[in-house]
């Protein structure tokens, strides 16, 4: 019960990794607000949680729509009294070469995957100065902001963005005891994942990541209930990467590592 009384906000947590990190806050003690474009899914979803004890909500939201940013803080603060923890997850995926993306798919992974993420968290951080209790954000990321990769153009130019947003938010928000970190996911094994990546895709990311399996959600929410907790409380402005060692692996060969075919 780390999280005992905690109020937390999950957008996008309506399924994957999302839903996944409501699950894990949740029997911690925190009190989830679930909150989706998908508004049907976050009442399911925020219905499906443990503690019986509270009320999880679930709510809609477009991260990219400022107006319906600040409607999803007022209702938090009516029902919910506060917040305390934000996991900025809400996203979308793209996966177009670089010489065939067009203009509006490319504003549009900003405007959601970037821009989004920069609406919420302005919101969440505004309202916890005002609290005057701290709080904790937790972007989520990817590996793809930090290497290059096919069809990456769009998706990992806006994780780029915010991972270097997340640093900057880390260093003005500090004087208001507001711890702000990154995690960046690998290769995950999502219900997306599954019908997004073909054999071949799967055999390339099993040879590069050194342990030579894709993630589980349970492994990126088990971070994020560590960066909500208090026993990150000296964590900050920090990227954690939860990729099974992809991010730093160099050259890699043995038994278990032939080379894809």
């Not at 055999?203 to 994020?224: F, N, Q, T, V």
Request: overall charge neutral.
């Amino acid at each position: 019960m780390r999280l005992n009384n905690k109020v937390a906000l999950v957008t996008g947590g309506a399924r994957g990794i999302g839903f996944a990190i409501s699950k894990a806050l949740a029997r911690e003690g925190a009190r989830i607000v679930i909150a989706d474009l998908n508004v049907d899914g976050a009442k399911v979803s925020a219905a499906m949680l443990e503690n019986a004890s509270r009320e999880h909500l679930g709510l809609k939201v477009d991260v990219a729509d400022q107006g319906s940013v600040t409607e999803l803080l007022d209702e938090i603060a009516q029902q919910c009294g506060g917040l305390d923890i934000l996991i900025n997850n809400a996203g979308i995926g793209g996966n177009t070469p670089f010489l065939e993306i067009k203009l509006e798919d490319w504003q549009r992974m900003i405007s959601i995957n970037l821009t989004g993420a920069f609406i919420v968290a302005q919101a969440v951080a505004r309202q916890m100065v005002n609290q005057r209790r701290g709080g904790k954000i937790i972007n989520i990321a990817s590996l793809s902001g930090q290497r290059g990769g096919n069809g990456r153009a769009a998706y990992g130019a806006a994780k780029a963005g915010l991972e270097l947003l997340t640093k900057v938010m880390a260093v003005e928000l500090a004087q208001h005891k507001i711890n702000v970190n990154n995690i960046a996911p690998g290769a995950i094994e999502t219900e997306m994942a599954k019908t997004a990546h073909d054999p071949a895709t799967r055999k390339a990311y099993e040879y590069l990541i050194p342990m030579s399996r894709y993630g589980l959600p349970e492994e990126i929410a088990d971070a994020a209930v560590f960066l909500s907790s208090d026993e990150s409380r000296y964590v900050h402005g920090h990227t954690l990467n939860v990729d099974g060692g992809f991010r730093e692996a160099g050259l890699m060969f043995g038994p278990d590592k032939a080379p894809p075919r």
